[in-house]
């Protein structure tokens, strides 16, 4: 790296970095980075992601210097990769990273993918939203799904969106309060809008979350899967770790390789600790630096519902997703699907759709309404 640069120096190691270049340890950059430099967090901390994007990092293999090809163990626990700032705005980043070749036991280095020019940060908001899923015919399923929808990079888009979505509030309730749909549809007769008034709400943000098709981007990831005979707290979490994994290296991955690092907020329950958990240990593995092409990427953070209108959109579509999967099923099964909203997906617009084959391996799909054909293929409700 000296001879390709030699004007940039080359630290032996990270602390000697950090006291070198005598970094502010207050930038959140570094601060992300900071704790793992104490070696008790770094023990303390587990890694419990189970999952890499087969389709990017399946394929990538290593010559060793022996010619044996090497294909890394990418969830394997070690020292992170993590990237530093100075305090004149320069990522520091690892150029290469060890692995050793189970063949004949040799350890060598493979080059990093550090993308040039960072060009910021894209906010990113989440929510979630379950449905069990009965028809008579079959075991019982659960489906889980989680939402992510972007703000816009450019704050005068972001105002025109927040200016029309609150229209649209007052159109159809007569005032701007937050949003959730839950609420929304199970409102005691009398105390909130009737079914069919709900309906109309929701379709028209989605024509609105379609219009700012250039502006925002949206994704959603949703697993259906039998419903265990045991289904409690741990299980119902390892349904819920596996989508919003997914979803986020998902959104790390696409976004990063453009130069962006999406910052993520998702609202606020009692029970994040397993989100935070899953997030910090993926930092420990080579996957992470290869999924964030060396880009710096904040963790989750946990705000109130009344933090931004973005997790209303959220919640609009993984509550309009569930409902869907769930009526489909029910009515290619032959069963009556319980009265609620009816939203088409296609007035969504263009969505980053996320869905899981019969072993587990996540697959995508962009398009215009939801890929039934993909996702539930050789099912009835393709």
């Known amino acids: ?41 770094y023990d303390q901390t587990e890694q419990r992601v189970v999952y890499y994007p087969e389709h990017i990092l399946g394929s990538l293999s290593f ?24 305090r004149e705005g320069k990522l520091w980043r690892l150029g290469t990273a060890g692995i050793m070749c189970p063949v004949c036991g040799t350890n060598f280095d493979i080059e990093l993918p550090n993308i040039s020019p960072w060009l910021g940060e894209v906010l990113l908001y989440g929510d979630e ?13 659960h489906c889980v799904t989680y939402s992510l929808v972007s703000r816009p990079v450019n704050e005068e888009d972001d105002c025109r969106l927040n200016e029309q979505f609150i229209g649209l509030k007052k159109k159809h309730f007569g005032r701007a309060d937050k949003i959730h749909c839950k609420e929304l549809f199970h409102a005691r007769i009398g105390e909130g809008p009737t079914p069919e008034q709900a309906s109309a709400f929701i379709g028209e943000v989605a024509d609105l979350i379609a219009s ?19 289904f409690k707290k741990r299980e119902i979490e390892a349904c819920k770790s596996q989508v919003f994994g997914t979803l986020i290296l998902m959104a790390i991955e696409g ?20 989100a935070k958990n899953l ?9 992470w630096p290869f999924i964030t092409h060396g880009l710096p990427i904040r963790s989750p953070e946990f705000v109130l519902p009344t933090h931004s209108m973005y997790l209303e959109f959220a919640d609009i579509v993984s509550f309009a997703v569930a409902d869907n999967i769930r009526n489909r099923a029910m009515e290619r099964e032959g069963k009556a699907a319980p009265p609620g909203p009816r939203l088409d997906l296609e007035r969504l617009g263009l969505v980053q759709y996320q ?28």
Not at 71 to 84: M, V
Not at 279 to 287: E, I, P
Request: proline content about 9%; glycine content about 8%.
């Open 63 to 86: 010559a060793c210097p022996n010619g044996h090809a090497v294909s890394p163990s990418w969830l394997d626990k070690r020292p992170p990769a993590q990237p530093f700032r100075s």
């Open 129 to 141: 939203a379950f449905r069990d899923i009965d028809t008579g015919h079959d075991r019982p399923r």
């Open 212 to 230: 700012f098709k250039d502006k925002i981007v949206v994704l959603n990831s949703t697993s259906v899967t039998y419903k265990p005979t045991q």
């Open 1 to 41: 790296m000296a001879d390709e640069y030699p004007e940039v120096p080359v630290f032996p190691n990270v602390i000697e970095m950090v006291r070198e270049l005598g970094l502010d340890m207050r930038d959140w950059v570094n601060a992300e980075s900071a704790p793992f430099l104490r070696r008790r967090f």
């Open 279 to 287: 997030f910090t240990g993926g930092r420990l593995t080579l996957m």
């Open 355 to 382: 869905g899981y084959t019969e072993n587990g391996d996540a697959i995508s799909r962009t398009c215009v309404g939801y890929p039934w054909d993909t996702f539930f293929a050789g099912t009835p409700w393709a």
């Open 255 to 274: 976004l990063t390789k453009q130069g962006r690092s999406p910052r993520f907020f998702f609202e606020r329950t009692d029970a994040d600790g397993w």
